[in-house]
Structure formats: structure tokens, C-alpha cells
């Protein structure tokens, strides 16, 4: 049972470079998310899918898009990295109303 | 809008010493409450989680909180600090059924 997958662990871009951001879990929860966490700033979420074909906003999706392709699997795409994308990404996964789950993180830096 | 504060950015603490990590949420209905831990280039760990029911709820590795609906805190405590506590906490809380808002965190480091 490995949890929550993240690929790749670290990832450097020059700016205006695309890149997807690989997420799997197999807790068989419902719910999975993306967040970006800054220095001083906490985790803040990117984007979310309830289920399995649906996904929502969260409050910073600027440049970023994102695919559930499954229940198991839910990607975050960057179609064309900026420096303020530099950032370490998580990826979480839950059932509803309860503690969501995390992978190891993705640690990107845009030059 | 919802909202998430733990006010201090760093604590610095002696081991075997007590600790208390505070919480302050703005949320109008009943919250659901976590702690997560994460240490140096991991992701989060839950700690603990309160959803109703006793205000004061244990977790792992020694925690616990107290939930105080009339001060809006969720203040996470340790009777005694170990090395290995040092990390970074985050509280969360439950907005909805699918979002949740992370405050931004307390960086505790433990002196030996």
C-alpha cells in the first residue's frame, strides 16, 4: 500500500517550458487535491476534484490546468512555467470530511 | 472568509520542555480540526483530528489538542519535547465537505 505516488521528486524548467505533474493513490479515496506551498505561506490549493470526473478551482489556478484521468490518478499540468512557479507541490488525497493524505512532494524550480 | 492563524512562525524549545502550539480558526459552523506535521522534504503527516465529540483529543506520538469553541483555538500540546519533534505543524481546517484552509504554519526547532 503505497499511499500517495508523486512524480518526479524534482524538476527544474526554463521559463515558458510545459511540464505535467504525475499524482496516484490507492486508498481508493473519492477526493484528490494539488497544492503548492511557498515559504511563509502555508499550503494553498490549487485546484481539487471531488470525484472522478469533476474538477474545481481552489485559489491560485493561474497557469496551471489539471486532468482526474481516474480514480486513481489526478495531474497537474504547467503550459508554460513562469519563475513564480517555483514552489514545492503536493498532492493529497481524502475521503470527504475527513484527513486528507499526502504525497512526498514535487520540488520545481523555473529558471 | 474562512480562515486559518497560528501566529507564531518559530518556536525554540529545550527537549524534555512542554509545548503548546497555538490555533485560531474563523469558521461559522462546527469545524472539523487537523494538525499535520511534516519534517525537513517530506509531505504532511496527520497528527490528530477533531470532529465533535470530547474537546480534547490525542494523537500520535505523544500530542494533543483542546479544542475551545468559545475561543475559536484548536491549540496543539506535548507534555515533553524529543529531538525528533522538530518540524514544521501546520493546522487545518475543513471548509465544506471537499476544501480545507492551512494556516502557515509553526517552525519548532528542539534544543538539545
Known amino acids: 500500500n503505497a499511499g500517495v505516488t508523486q512524480t518526479p521528486k524534482f524538476q527544474v524548467l526554463k521559463t515558458g517550458q510545459s511540464m505535467t505533474l504525475q499524482c496516484a493513490q490507492d486508498?481508493?479515496?473519492?477526493?484528490m487535491y494539488w497544492y503548492r506551498q511557498d515559504p511563509g505561506m502555508g499550503l494553498r490549493l490549487i485546484y481539487y476534484?471531488?470525484?472522478?470526473?469533476?474538477?474545481d478551482k481552489g485559489e491560485v489556478p493561474n497557469g496551471y490546468n489539471v486532468s482526474r484521468l481516474n480514480k486513481r490518478e489526478f495531474s497537474l499540468r504547467l503550459e508554460s512555467a513562469a519563475p513564480s512557479q517555483t514552489s514545492v507541490y503536493f498532492c493529497?488525497?481524502?475521503?470527504?470530511?475527513?484527513?486528507?493524505?499526502f504525497g512526498p512532494g514535487t520540488r520545481l524550480t523555473v529558471l | 472568509a474562512q480562515s486559518v492563524t497560528q501566529p507564531d512562525i518559530h518556536i525554540t524549545v529545550s527537549e524534555g520542555a512542554s509545548l503548546e502550539l497555538r490555533c485560531n480558526y474563523s469558521?461559522?459552523?462546527?469545524?472539523?480540526l487537523f494538525w499535520y506535521v511534516q519534517s525537513p522534504g517530506q509531505g504532511l503527516q496527520l497528527l490528530l483530528k477533531?470532529?465533535?465529540?470530547?474537546?480534547l483529543v490525542q494523537g500520535i506520538k505523544g500530542f494533543e489538542a483542546e479544542f475551545k469553541r468559545s475561543q475559536s483555538s484548536f491549540n496543539l500540546r506535548k507534555p515533553s519535547v524529543h529531538w525528533s519533534d522538530a518540524a514544521e505543524y501546520f493546522c487545518?481546517?475543513?471548509?465544506?465537505?471537499?476544501?480545507?484552509?492551512f494556516g502557515t504554519g509553526t517552525r519548532l526547532k528542539v534544543l538539545a
Open positions: 469558521y461559522g459552523a462546527t469545524p472539523y
Open positions: 487545518a481546517v475543513g471548509e465544506g465537505t471537499y476544501k480545507y484552509i
Open positions: 493529497a488525497s481524502s475521503v470527504p470530511n475527513n484527513e486528507q493524505f
Open positions: 476534484s471531488a470525484s472522478e470526473g469533476t474538477t
Open positions: 486508498m481508493n479515496h473519492n477526493s
Open positions: 477533531y470532529f465533535s465529540g470530547d474537546t
